[in-house]
Structures are given as C-alpha cells and as structure tokens.
C-alpha cells in the first residue's frame, strides 16, 4: 500500500548527541513537512520541501536541519538535541501544484526522548 | 500572520448529541480548510476539508461550514458516537514566499463523547 514510513518510531538520545529521523514515501508526492507536536499541542510545521526546494519556517531553531536526497525520503537532523526538543515528530507529504492545494499524509510519527 | 484560533479546547458531549467546533483563520487569502482526527499516540487523520469556492460540505455525519466573510469555519459531527472521542484539530492553508502553500493548525479540541 502506498504510504508514508517514519523510522524509528522510537527514538531516544542523550542531551546534545546528534539524532536523524527519517521519512520515506511510495505516494510520489512533490512536497515533505516534518512537523513537530508536543503533548497537547499541535502540528507546529519546521520546514518542508516543494521539490527541491528548501522552505524554512522563520522560528525553526538552527538546531534543526533536513535533507531531502530524493523524492522518496526526507530526513531531519538534530544537531544538539536539548531537552525541549523532546516531542512527536510527524512527517507528511502532498501532491502539489501551483493550482490547487491536496490532502497531507502523516506519518506514524517518531517519539522522541532526551536524556 | 499566519493565525488560525480554534474554540473551545475541550468539549463533552452525551452520546447521540451534536458537537460543535469552531476556528477563525487570519489571512483573507487562505483557500484550503481541512479537519484532521488525532487519537491518542496515532497520526492526524483528516476526517474532511473544504475549498474556499463552497460554503458547506457533508460526508454523512461530519460537516464543515465555510464562511469566508468573516472568516471563520466550523466542524459539526452529528448523532456521536464514542469513538468519535478524540482531538481535533483544524487547519487552512497559508502562501509561502516560494509561492507554493502550507497549513497552519489550530490549538485542538479535545472531543469526549460520554456513553
């Protein structure tokens, strides 16, 4: 079934240890969000990707980086993680052109823990 | 800015009852306003959407009204049901400096439907 693959759906790290996520996707969509949530709270977008193109959100910590080698996978560094990063991170996709706005599908999501 | 206000944040309703949320959106300019379900632990999901060119939409006990006036749109779930018990989160879509469009999401409301 075409979907959207996060792994691992569990992730823990030590406070200021380096941490990648990745995502990867069958639905060949042209757009990647990764998103964090944290409990109660929700979606706060970080950045995405249209095509290639890299689209920061202007409040996203320089802690946190993506790479999108691919149409397939996205992945999303954490170069420092602190113990407020801690959180749900959820990666989505959509088919989008310039004419009209399509449907996101999340992920599973990745639980992060900091130690 | 991009500002989407979504009221209230918890609300109980007797099964068989209606529930009613509402959100109000910023930018004139949004087009896009989907509805997604989250249970606890489990990815958003969306339940239904609407464009900005139709006041009212309907899938069988869910609808969503537009009113682009004032901008504002509401969720209505009808006869609920338990496991309609869940948050809810509203979102619209937002212009991008690239051109391209992205969602913001409301606060939640956390639907508990008691038997």
């Known amino acids: 079934d075409a979907m959207v693959i996060q792994n691992p759906r569990y992730q823990v790290t030590q406070f200021g240890k380096p941490v990648t996520l990745s995502c990867s996707q069958t639905?060949?969509?042209?757009?990647m969000y990764w998103y964090q949530q944290k409990s109660s709270q929700a979606p706060k977008l970080l950045f995405h990707?249209?095509?290639?193109?890299?689209?920061n959100e202007a409040d996203t910590p320089d802690n946190f980086q993506s790479r999108r080698p691919n149409t397939s996978f996205c992945f999303l560094d954490i170069r420092s993680p602190g113990l407020g990063d801690a959180a749900m991170y959820l990666c989505?996709?959509?088919?989008?052109?310039?004419?009209?706005?399509?449907?996101?599908?999340f992920g599973p999501g990745t639980r992060l823990t900091v130690l | 800015g991009e500002n989407v206000e979504q009221h209230p944040s918890t609300l109980s309703v007797q099964e068989g009852d209606s529930a009613v949320i509402k959100c109000t959106y910023s930018?004139?300019?949004?087009?896009?306003f989907p509805w997604y379900k989250q249970e606890l632990g489990k990815r958003p999901q969306l339940i239904i959407d609407?464009?900005?060119?139709?006041g009212e939409k309907k899938d069988q006990r869910i609808a969503v009204t537009l009113n682009k006036t004032a901008k504002h749109f509401s969720l209505h779930i009808t006869e609920t049901q338990p496991e309609d018990s869940a948050v809810y989160f509203c979102?619209?879509?937002?212009?991008?400096?690239?051109?391209?469009?992205?969602?913001?999401f409301g606060t939640g409301t956390r639907l508990t439907i008691i038997p």
């Open positions: 990707y249209y095509d290639k193109d890299f689209n």
């Open positions: 979102a619209a879509s937002f212009s991008t400096r690239f051109g391209n469009e992205k969602l913001t």
């Open positions: 609407i464009r900005s060119n139709v």
């Open positions: 989505a996709t959509s088919r989008e052109d310039f004419s009209s706005y399509n449907e996101q599908f």
């Open positions: 639905l060949n969509h042209n757009v």
């Open positions: 930018d004139s300019a949004s087009n896009y």
